[in-house]
Structures are given as structure tokens and as C-alpha cells.
């Protein structure tokens, strides 16, 4: 069992940066391709960004591409989200997620953090 301790969330100004960051226990980190997904208010659950086992390959939505970036640091269990250039459009719950790096782009971890919140203000 594996278990996602998202931090980093808050209130921003349109055009700031946030840093979004997950610490993983309970598993090797390794074994798992980590993932960000965000929920905003009235809308589904939508993929934002993955990064694969050894950090090698990572994918990002259209939104997120060139604004956000994802990394992560195997030896502290960790993942982290760059959020810059922030606009209100990426208010919303941002959750970690973990799994096998197929199922997660689909949409289907094995594992999910509790979330956290951003808030952009305009």
C-alpha cells in the first residue's frame, strides 16, 4: 500500500508560480510511475502531467505544456509539479497520483494522494 502526502497548494495571483509536491511511503517509489491530476469545481477529474519510473519520459496536457513541469527525486520518494504563469482557469483540487504508467495516463492509478488546493486569483 502506498500512500501520496500532496503540499505546496494556495492562493496566487493570475501569472504566479506555485510548487506542487508529493511525498510517497509505504512502497518502492521506483516501481511506480507518478502522475498529477487536478478536479475543479463542476468538472470531472482531468490529467495534468505524468513522469515515468526513472523520470525519463513525462507527458503534460495541452494546458499544461510549456507552463508546468514535473520532476521527480527517487531517492526522497518525492514528485514535484512547477506551476508558473498561473492563470484562473488552474484553480482546482490537485491530487497525486501513483500506478503503472499506461493505466495512470488513462486516468486509472493505483493510488491517490488526498489533494490540495490552488487557488488563482485574476
Known amino acids: 500500500q502506498v500512500a501520496l502526502v500532496e503540499s505546496g497548494g494556495g492562493l496566487v495571483q493570475a501569472g504566479g508560480s506555485l510548487t506542487l509536491s508529493c511525498a510517497a511511503s509505504?512502497?518502492?517509489?521506483?516501481?511506480?510511475?507518478m502522475g498529477w491530476f487536478r478536479q475543479a469545481p463542476g468538472k470531472e477529474r482531468e490529467f495534468v502531467s505524468s513522469?515515468?519510473?526513472?523520470?525519463?519520459?513525462?507527458i503534460y496536457s495541452d494546458s499544461a505544456k510549456g507552463r508546468f513541469t514535473i520532476s521527480r527525486d527517487n531517492a526522497r520518494s518525492t514528485t514535484v509539479l512547477q506551476m508558473d504563469s498561473l492563470v484562473h482557469d488552474d484553480t482546482a483540487v490537485y491530487y497525486c497520483?501513483?500506478?503503472?504508467?499506461?493505466?495512470?495516463?488513462?486516468?486509472?492509478?493505483?493510488?491517490w494522494g488526498q489533494g490540495t488546493q490552488v487557488t488563482v486569483s485574476s
Open positions: 497520483a501513483a500506478g503503472v504508467w499506461n493505466k495512470l495516463n488513462n486516468g486509472r492509478p493505483d493510488y
Open positions: 509505504g512502497g518502492t517509489f521506483r516501481d511506480y510511475a
Open positions: 513522469i515515468s519510473y526513472g523520470g525519463g519520459n513525462t
